[in-house]
């Protein structure tokens, strides 16, 4: 969700009014993904280097995220929308990991939409993580070390009872992954998109959809193959 910044400097306002637009942006898409099909969906909230802003940005970022929790938890359960939130959430404040557990809890019945809102994460760390689950396993005897294969750590990766990623959207003209889902993109689509996150709306997510349509997904294997089916075969 990157722009937010910039889109309020813009205008001669502070950061943070950006980022307050950029909610709007959230709920927008939210609808767009529910009204698309889309099953789920991962929004980039806070990386693990956005602690190193300036921490007056970091305070109001971290007050927004109690706020938009307590205040959107209602209207995701009248929508059917599943909220989960991934990533190192033991480094935020007491009551902001109250608010994720409620959020979670308050909508865990709900199965259309899940909606991930990736807090404190980084697609290194998810590795590392992982890693360490396995490792942990490996240590208690339950596990050996011919057992380690991709699928293996695929279960310990966030989003793993997820499907896989189709298409990675990153906005605000940017064109790097910059430590999101790094495991998890390994055959996504790429989307840059040079709308600034809260002038991210109908036309622009209508632009990325039509522009992942258009692609062809391989997998590996040659165009002829995947176009016909009976080379496929
Ligand atoms: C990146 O823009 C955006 C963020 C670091 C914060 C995004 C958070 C929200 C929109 C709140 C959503 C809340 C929930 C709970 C889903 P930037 O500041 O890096 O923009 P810039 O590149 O223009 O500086």
């Not at 809890?105 to 890693?131: F, K, M, P, S």
């Not at 298409?167 to 709308?195: D, P, V």
């Not at 391989?218 to 165009?223: H, L, P, Q, Y």
Request: hydrophobic share 40%; aromatic share 8%; proline share 3%.
């Amino acid at each position: 969700m990157d722009g937010n910044g910039r889109w309020a400097e813009a205008q001669g306002k502070p950061r943070v009014v950006g980022h307050r637009a950029g909610v709007k942006s959230v709920r927008e898409v939210v609808r767009l993904c529910r009204e698309a099909g889309v099953g789920s969906l991962t929004l980039f909230a806070f990386s693990s280097e956005n602690w190193n802003r300036p921490p007056r940005e970091v305070a109001l970022l971290m007050r927004l995220f109690i706020t938009v929790l307590r205040r959107e938890v209602k209207l995701l359960k009248k929508n059917n929308v599943r909220l989960r939130v991934i990533g190192d959430t033991q480094a935020f404040e007491p009551k902001l990991q109250q608010r994720i557990l409620e959020a979670e809890a308050e909508t865990a019945d709900c199965d259309g939409l899940t909606l991930n809102v990736a807090a404190n994460y980084g697609g290194r760390w998810d590795i590392v993580q992982a890693t360490r689950q396995v490792a942990l396993q490996l240590q208690q005897g339950e596990l050996s070390v011919d057992q380690i294969d991709e699928s293996m750590l695929q279960r310990f990766m966030c989003l793993s009872e997820q499907p896989e990623m189709d298409l990675l959207i990153r906005t605000g003209g940017e064109e790097r992954i910059s430590n999101f889902l790094l495991w998890q993109c390994a055959y996504s689509e790429l989307f840059f998109s040079e709308a600034l996150w809260p002038d991210f709306a109908d036309a622009a997510f209508a632009e990325a959809l039509d522009a992942y349509a258009s692609r062809q997904r391989r997998f590996g294997k040659t165009g002829a193959q995947v176009a016909d089916v009976t080379v496929a075969q």
